[in-house]
């Protein structure tokens, strides 16, 4: 069959665009949208609110996102950064708003919470009955809880590369399962598993003990001044991706 005279032009601009769609995007740059939120009041657990303050400074001032593109949500809206006081409503509209309408392809999205966490019977607010277990795995946002059923459908409407979520709460382990998704590509890290309470600070450093060897070890990596603190490094080994078991418990308990 031979193409008509008038057919040849299109067949061009089509390819042509096609080309030019290709180039576009494989020279798109990857930018990185962050949502951080210190949840609880609690003095008892004061480490929370120093922890995300920690994240900040690691995102802002050593890996180079701009502020405007960290979303931090806390209970003191005095710390520094901070652009919403953390309650569900704010950090739902942060997920499901500002993530959403920011995000696209080939984008990375960072969400951390460090705050107490909590179990619900499954469904038993209406959401999915989706656990093996009884329970429902929950985040506090400033006395009301974040669901993971919630969470789930919050991050499935990101359109993003990938999608990092990083839980600092007890039975923080619980959310995985929810948030395993393939579209988008999730990495989970949690200080504990879905069964276990957490450490808060227990060696009075300010800091809470998973996410602060984390947050050690992304420090390192984007401020290499030959030595930091890695010194906590071995409950990186213990904990990351949620083990949970070597746990003893949140300190009182
Ligand atoms: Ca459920
Ligand atoms: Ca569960
Ligand atoms: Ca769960
Ligand atoms: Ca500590």
Redesign the pocket.
Known sequence: MKLSSTLLPLLHSIIMFGLLVEVAYAQKTITRWCVLVSGTNDPAVISSQRDTQYMYHILVDHMGIGEDRVYYLHVDTSYRGVDALASKANVRWAIENWLRSHAQQPDIVFICFVSHGAQGI?GGRGDPV??D?P???GVEVGGAYYW??ELRAGILGINCSALWVVIESCYSG?????LSLTTPKTLVLTSTD?GSLSWADTDGDGFSEWIESFMDALHFLYHDDGIDNFADTAWIGNTVFHTGASLPGYPGT
């Open positions: 499954d989706d656990e277990d329970w429902d795995e993971d059923d619980g959310f995985i399962p929810d879905e």
